[in-house]
C-alpha cells in the first residue's frame, strides 16, 4: 500500500526555523556589562560573533555547585585523564598501572564514593575495551582540571587557547603523597560567581565562534579543542543547561 500523498507540500519548498523561547529570561545589567565586554574580545580576535546571543550563562539561570562538590568533579576528572595518561604511555603494563591508579586515588582521595558517571569510562579503560585513540582523547580531562582548580583557588586561571600544563597537574595532585581529600578541601576557597561567568561567557561565545566558523568552512585560530573542555566544567560547575531553551521552543514551518 502506497501511503504517500502527492498533494503533502514538498519540504524543500519551505522555510523551517527554530524558534527559542525566551520569555523567561532575566537579563541583569551584569550580564549586559559581560556580553558587552566579552563581545569585543571575540572581535579583537577577528571571529564571529552576535551581538545578542541567549545560551550563555547568566546569573539567574545558573547555582555554583558547592566547594565540595566541585572538588569532587576535579578529581574525577583527574582520576580518567591520569588513568588514560599513564596506560597510554607504559600499555605493557597496562593491568598493573590500571589498577595502581584507581588504588592510590581512592586511598588518598576517596574516588569511588562519588565515581558517578565515570565509573562506566572507568570499567571500559578496566576491561580494554576503549582503544589507544580513545585514550588520549581522554587525557583532555586535564584541561577540566585546571579549570576546576582554578573555580577552587589551587591554581590560575586557565587560558582559553594554551594547554594546561598536564605535568604539572600531575605532579601537583597526584605524585605529592602529602596530599589527600581533606587536605585539598582546607585549602579550597570557592570563586566568586560574578568571576566564574565573565570567563563562561567567554568561552560560550568562542564555542559559538568555532561551529560559526566550521559551517562557514573558515579558519579557526583558536584551539577549539581546549575550549570546548573548559565549556563542558564551566557547564557542570555552573549547573547550566543551555538544552532547556530548545525543549522550551518551537519549529516553525513557512513558505519561501
Known amino acids: 500500500m502506497n501511503t504517500f500523498d ?15 523561547d525566551l520569555s523567561n529570561q532575566e537579563i541583569s545589567e551584569n550580564d549586559i556589562k559581560r556580553a558587552e565586554k566579552n563581545i569585543q574580545i571575540v572581535k579583537s580576535l577577528g571571529l564571529p560573533y552576535l551581538e545578542k546571543m541567549n545560551t550563555v550563562p547568566r546569573d ?49 582521595y576517596k574516588i569511588s564514593n562519588y565515581l558517578g558517571n565515570e565509573k562506566n569510562i572507568w570499567e571500559q579503560i578496566k576491561n580494554k575495551t576503549l582503544d589507544s585513540q580513545v585514550l588520549i582523547n581522554l587525557t583532555w580531562a586535564y584541561e577540566q582540571v585546571a579549570i576546576y582548580g582554578y573555580i577552587l583557588g589551587l591554581g590560575d586561571k586557565p587560558n582559553y587557547n594554551n594547554q594546561c600544563d598536564a605535568s604539572k597537574i600531575v605532579k601537583k595532585y597526584f605524585i605529592d603523597k602529602n596530599l589527600n581529600y581533606d587536605t585539598l578541601l582546607q585549602r579550597s576557597t570557592l570563586i566568586n ?11 560560550y561565545r568562542l564555542d559559538w565562534a568555532f561551529v560559526q566558523c566550521h559551517i562557514d568552512k573558515k579558519p579557526f585560530s583558536l584551539d577549539a579543542g581546549i575550549i570546548r573542555e573548559q565549556k563542558y566544567a564551566l557547564e557542570k560547575a555552573l549547573n547550566f543547561d543551555p538544552v532547556h531553551y530548545y525543549k522550551e521552543g518551537s519549529l516553525e514551518i513557512t513558505d519561501k
Open 6 to 20: 502527492k498533494s503533502t507540500p514538498n519540504i524543500k519548498d519551505k522555510k523551517i526555523s527554530f524558534k527559542l
Open 60 to 108: 539567574y539561570d545558573t547555582k555554583l555547585l558547592s566547594k565540595e562538590e566541585c572538588l569532587q568533579e576535579m578529581l574525577k576528572q583527574l582520576f580518567i585523564a591520569c588513568e588514560a595518561d599513564f596506560i597510554s604511555s607504559y600499555p605493557d603494563q597496562y593491568n598493573t598501572v590500571c589498577q595502581d591508579v584507581f588504588d592510590d586515588m581512592d586511598s588518598r
Open 193 to 203: 560567581k560574578e568571576e566564574l561567568l565573565d570567563y563562561a561567557d567567554l568561552i
